[in-house]
């Protein structure tokens, strides 16, 4: 089965609505004028009754039933227009007198109907509206009195007039459809338009835009979402450029460091200690780029892959001392003082890998920018059923202008004046991320020369 296009299913659904609606109102119609034609006839059936009840009377001990002026009138006498067919029965259900137009047709009498009862019925082909009626004189029961109307015209013009809703219904119906797929067409119109605009924008032309309608309606604000869509993607876009330059010039370096130094150390015979060194500052370049290369690696595994989350319970204390451990040269080696204080154990569920990655990073900087004989301090709290964790440090600090930028990739604040201190850059873009796939509320307070405070908020019930 071919699928409709967009345009055939408005005009279809527009079609279906109205045609319903015209159902009722032809129903409607219908019922209205037919029920006017039945109560017409029915007023003159009553109206029949009436005057052929008062014209009977007795004389003489005979009873007289009508005059003879009575059947001379046209509807009496006649099948043409407006017949009125009148029969008189008597107390045993036979024919005593009846108006001439019945001829040799007689109306017939039904036990099943009620007396005073309208209903219809048939002579020969016409069909008539038909009531009978009890006849008494002083109130002693002579007989019966039966009144009939033609319904044949009524009947025509009902079925004339159900015939031609019958045939003006679906021509009706296949009007409205083409009418409601033109307008249905010009509708949709700026839709197409939007759409050969889109189909020629590509990597090349990204920073094309869709023209936004004069009039701020539902193609409106379509337009201007996909316009939006479209500079969130060239915004990725560029910073995947940006991220893959410059990715490209941090591996870089330490391979051209690494070459050059080994360039120079083969141009002539050396003593031991001088390949000694040598030697140290390639390793230590070597493991500057498996870091860098790990950092890459990490980043890209878990962009806008929430289904490799792993949720199970992570043991927070636990996981800290670890970290600690892990730092230990570090923090003898620059004879820092650490404090750590969880007055309980705190528990999350969270994923444990990301968790971990996140806490490595935000104390191991902590640790890098501190200066020697520093203080780390690390809290575990609980505020509004979230645990909360706190990393301060007393170190160099970071610029106020750099704590937005300092998320981006490869940016390093400047610390000038401390040469020593080595960095991919990678590190807070890492935890950032990993906090916002994990729902951790993470803010950075800092001053320079003053160090910097690092908050973590973690949902128990992630």
Not at 77 to 84: C, G, K, L, Q, R
Not at 221 to 246: H, P
Request: charged share 25%.
């Amino acid at each position: 089965m071919v699928p409709l296009s967009f345009k055939n299913r408005i005009a279809l659904n527009y079609i279906i609505t109205t045609g319903l609606l015209i159902f009722v109102v032809f129903f409607t119609i219908y019922s209205i004028i037919k029920h006017s034609v039945y109560s017409h006839i029915d007023e003159g059936i009553n109206v029949e009754i009436q005057n052929h009840l008062k014209e009977i009377r007795e004389v003489n001990g005979v009873v007289i039933l009508v005059d003879k002026e009575e059947w001379e009138e046209r509807e009496h006498n006649t099948v043409d227009v407006n017949p009125v067919f009148v029969q008189f029965l008597d107390i045993n259900k036979k024919i005593v007198e009846k108006s001439p137009n019945l001829k040799t047709e007689s109306l017939i009498f039904d036990d099943s109907i009620e007396n005073y009862k309208l209903f219809d019925t048939k002579i020969k082909d016409n069909i008539i509206r038909q009531v009978q009626v009890p006849l008494f004189i002083r109130s002693k029961k002579i007989g019966y009195l039966i009144i009939g109307m033609s319904l044949t015209n009524s009947r025509m013009v009902l079925n004339n007039l159900f015939e031609i809703m019958c045939l003006a219904f679906p021509a009706i119906l296949l009007l409205l459809f083409f009418i409601a797929r033109f307008f249905a067409g010009r509708s949709i119109k700026p839709i197409n338009e939007i759409t050969s605009i889109s189909k020629m924008i590509t990597r090349e032309n990204l920073n094309t835009r869709i023209p936004l309608p004069k009039t701020k309606d539902e193609l409106y604000t379509l337009s201007k979402t996909i316009n939006n869509l479209l500079n969130r993607i060239e915004d990725a876009i560029e910073r995947e450029k940006q991220f893959t330059s410059d990715a490209s010039h941090e591996l870089r370096t330490p391979l051209t460091v690494i070459k050059g130094t080994l360039e120079v150390l083969i141009r002539k015979p050396r003593d031991n200690k001088e390949y000694e060194d040598k030697i140290n500052f390639c390793i230590r370049e070597v493991d500057h780029l498996n870091i860098l290369a790990d950092q890459l690696l990490l980043m890209a595994r878990f962009e806008n892959k929430k289904a490799e989350l792993k949720y199970e319970p992570v043991y927070l204390n636990a996981l800290i001392l670890d970290v600690l451990k892990l730092n230990s040269e570090k923090i003898s080696a620059k004879n820092l003082k650490v404090n750590f204080d969880a007055e309980e154990d705190y528990f999350i569920n969270s994923d444990n890998y990301l968790v971990i990655t996140i806490l490595r990073n935000v104390i191991s900087n902590a640790l890098k920018y501190t200066n020697i004989d520093g203080e780390v301090s690390i809290l575990l709290s609980r505020q509004n059923e979230r645990t909360l964790c706190k990393v301060s440090d007393n170190g160099i600090g970071i610029a106020k202008e750099d704590i937005e930028a300092i998320f981006n990739p490869f940016f390093r604040s400047d610390s000038s004046g401390h040469p020593e201190i080595k960095g991919t850059g990678l590190g807070l873009s890492i935890v950032k991320r990993f906090s916002e796939l994990l729902h951790i509320s993470f803010e950075i307070e800092s001053k320079i020369g003053e160090g910097t405070t690092v908050s973590l908020s973690f949902d128990e019930k992630n």
